[in-house]
């Protein structure tokens, strides 16, 4: 039988280009691509910085029911937070890799544990630890348009 999860899913096809004009647009968009998530997701999300990484995580963890503040890990490099998914309490990691200076980093504070372990992971410059990015991942890229739009791409897979 197909769950409420699954049939909302089907409604977002991907890949998925959309152009935001706000934050708000772009916290949305976070609540509609937390549909896609479960147990083991990682989400890989790629842009500079105010590009709107960390307000599409807010949308992703507004909809995942996560009723903490949400900001940057930029100096703690992980946050964690729970979330109920489908009826099971799971951890969901923020993860900002902006200061790391690679995958050996990200090896180094148990990156493999929280990427390969069973809870969500979002995680902020993605392209800085690709070697820990797995092939199913939600990969999420980021532009900064001219007029301050910001042109964003959702896929699976490699680009």
């Known amino acids: 039988m197909e769950t409420s999860n699954q049939a909302e899913c089907s409604l977002i096809n991907l890949p998925l280009s959309i152009t935001s004009s706000s934050p708000e647009e772009t916290f949305a968009l976070g609540k509609r691509l937390a549909l896609f998530l479960r147990k083991g997701s990682v989400v890989a999300l790629r842009g500079s910085l105010g590009a709107g990484k960390t307000h599409l995580t807010k949308g992703i963890a507004a909809a995942l029911g996560i ?92 680009k």
Request: aromatic share 10%; proline share 4%; glycine share 8%.
């Open 67 to 158: 009723g903490e503040e949400i900001t940057s890990p930029t100096y703690t490099i992980v946050c964690e937070y729970s979330a109920v998914v489908s009826g099971e309490e799971i951890p969901v990691y923020h993860i900002d890799a902006y200061r790391l200076t690679g995958n050996d980093d990200f090896s180094a504070i148990g990156g493999e544990e929280l990427v390969f372990g069973s809870g969500i992971s979002i995680i902020e410059w993605s392209e800085r630890v690709s070697d820990f990015i797995p092939p199913d991942a939600l990969r999420v890229d980021f532009e900064l348009m001219e007029n301050n739009d910001r042109s964003i791409h959702v896929y699976r897979g490699e």
